[in-house]
């Protein structure tokens, strides 16, 4: 099939980069997927999220590649998988098998493309992760694969972030933002040609769009450089970035104003707190300074991972102080800084905020208003979600008021800024209500005493003679699901949630032991103990039993009858 991409590597993602690319699959299930080179599959991971369902290969030159979203593995790792998922009663499984136990060459199918875990529609996740750090490489920029890509990349909007110092603390405040426009020659510019009035020192952001020939989703830029005068004053490289730092991608992003759009608002400079190793040598990271009087040429350069890239080229110019500038109202606040630890407490509300939880110093507001109805407590405002968190912070509400019978209903519920009501989690001890959340906003005391709901996916009367699953819906109105399970007759039975949905699969245990060692020292050293000893028997046992092989093979086809979703046949990705 034509290789066309939904996704790229580095896009910023909620508290995340994308660590790979995602490959179309025209909408369709059941595409084969083939190893990109020789190797070993090194680890297993089914999960009701994420990559669903997902294969990692080591190669003999230490890169390790992921398949993810798979609707399936192959039939022997299908057996393998399905008899630890009844040993260890868990449908979650991430595992590392023996090497040599499912040995792989280039070119060799390893399971059908799928939709499964965290997926928003059917395609390939890839991704190549080098050496024992398993860190992401830019999948493209460094040729491992080539996509069809002549289109570089759009710049659509330019921010400018002035930095002034209010209580000893720089506060970074968006002053601009304008459209911006394509040149008869093809670069870019500012509807005006009048330069730019900026204030002494901050950086520019930009909102930018890539796209691959071919397909229309937004993807994430490669490259970006800043210059004034001729001179370079900031550069980054999105590529390496380890899975431990990718919460950071707050800091790169122009926050809230990424959140509000398809594409990124790339930040043109380094945050305080933002340690990514994507940036370069330049000694003010990109904060700039301009001088009054003066006129400065400024030049930002935006890559995408094919080399095409885009030049917005402007004057800016140092605004008066005579009233030329917008005057902007100081604001207020307690001084918190990034690299501190601040604790507060007083009036029914205590939080804290460690070293490390902002990616720059701020000024904090709070706020009280009286108890609402449906609260067992005041509402508390934490400075602003606006502003993302690195690091979870600590909040605990008074209590002491609370009736004993729903001390152990208690939790922290949270007010978003549509004003819909979730939870943030916690519980009750000594008297207060405590959650970590990495998220400020409005918090207050919630309980919750509605179980959850369980509802049947099939009529009263539905006939299971010949049906491999069972469907059920579970729901909860507030707190959400925090554990379950399922029997038949009393045994164990496999399930796949998938948001609300849970398959139950018709299969009985057998004698119901659990043959785990304890460990997973059966993968992890590669030695056969006793559960591979017993999965080989069971092997032997189902070659013996062909009946029972064409059912097992049947029973994983999710969502077989669903008309969303069309099985492809023939066709491969290969890569």
């Not at 860190?135 to 930095?163: C, E, H, M, Q, W």
């Not at 968190?389 to 209903?409: F, G, N, T, W, Y």
Request: aromatic share 8%.
């Amino acid at each position: 099939i034509p290789l066309r991409l939904s996704a790229n590597y580095g896009e910023l993602r909620g508290g995340h980069f994308h660590a790979g690319i995602d490959i179309k699959t025209q909408g369709v299930i059941g595409k084969p997927v083939f190893a990109m080179d020789d190797g070993y599959v090194s680890r297993i991971n089914v999960s009701p999220g994420g990559f669903g369902k997902a294969l990692y290969i080591t190669h003999p030159d230490g890169r390790m590649t992921v398949y993810g979203h798979l609707e399936r593995f192959t039939e022997p790792i299908e057996a393998y998988v399905h008899e630890l998922q009844y040993a260890r009663k868990t449908f979650a499984l991430d595992f590392a098998p023996p090497e040599t136990r499912f040995p792989v060459k280039r070119g060799e199918r390893i399971g059908l493309s799928g939709n499964r875990g965290s997926s928003g529609g059917p395609h390939l996740h890839l991704e190549v992760r080098e050496g024992a750090a398993q860190r992401p490489l830019n999948v493209l920029a460094r040729g491992f694969l080539k996509v069809p890509d002549t289109i570089p990349p759009v710049v659509k909007k330019l921010y400018y972030v002035s930095v002034d110092t209010v209580q000893g603390i720089p506060l970074h405040t968006v002053r601009l933002s304008l459209p911006v426009g394509r040149t008869a020659s093809g670069g870019y510019a500012l509807p005006d040609t009048v330069p730019l009035p900026v204030t002494a020192n901050g950086y520019f952001a930009v909102e930018a769009e890539e796209k691959k020939n071919g397909t229309s989703n937004p993807m994430g830029i490669y490259e970006a450089e800043v210059s004034k005068d001729g001179e370079p004053c900031f550069s980054m490289t999105v590529d390496r970035i380890g899975f431990e730092l990718g919460r950071y991608s707050y800091a790169v992003a122009l926050y809230p104003e990424s959140r509000g759009t398809r594409n990124g608002v790339y930040r043109l400079c380094a945050l305080p707190n933002n340690p990514l190793p994507i940036y370069g040598k330049d000694a003010r990271r990109g904060m700039l300074s301009f001088e009054e009087g003066r006129t400065h040429r400024m030049e930002i350069t935006l890559g995408d991972d094919c080399k095409n890239r885009s030049t917005l080229a402007f004057d800016v110019r140092l605004a008066s102080a005579d009233g030329t500038d917008e005057e902007q109202d100081r604001p207020s606040g307690i001084p918190v800084r990034w690299n501190s630890d601040y604790r507060y407490g007083g009036e029914g509300l205590w939080f804290a905020i460690p070293r490390g939880a902002l990616y720059e110093s701020i000024l904090l507001r709070m706020q009280t208003k009286p108890r609402p109805a449906y609260g067992y407590s005041p509402l508390y405002t934490v400075h602003t979600p606006d502003v993302p968190l690195h690091k979870s912070i600590r909040v605990s509400i008074d209590a002491s008021e609370l009736p004993e019978h729903l001390q152990s209903k208690a939790l922290i519920g949270s007010i978003g800024a549509d004003g819909r009501r979730s939870s943030a989690g916690g519980s009750w001890k000594e008297g207060k209500v405590s959650t970590d959340t990495r998220s400020f906003g409005t918090f207050y005391i919630a309980v919750d005493t509605v179980p959850p709901r369980i509802a049947p996916a099939f009529k009263a009367d539905a006939d299971f003679g010949s049906r491999e699953t069972i469907a059920v819906k579970i729901s909860d109105d507030f707190s959400g699901i925090g554990s379950y399970s399922a029997t038949i007759d009393g045994q164990w039975a496999r399930r796949q949630n998938r948001d609300v949905d849970a398959l139950f699969r018709r299969q009985a245990l057998g004698e119901g032991q659990d043959p785990r060692t304890g460990s997973d020292s059966d993968g992890q050293q590669g030695k056969p103990g006793r559960l591979q000893k017993e999965l080989q028997a069971v092997a032997a046992r189902r070659q013996a039993n062909a009946a029972e092989t064409s059912a097992s093979s049947q029973r994983t086809k999710r969502n077989s009858g669903d008309s969303r979703f069309r099985r492809a046949g023939g066709e491969a990705v290969r890569l």
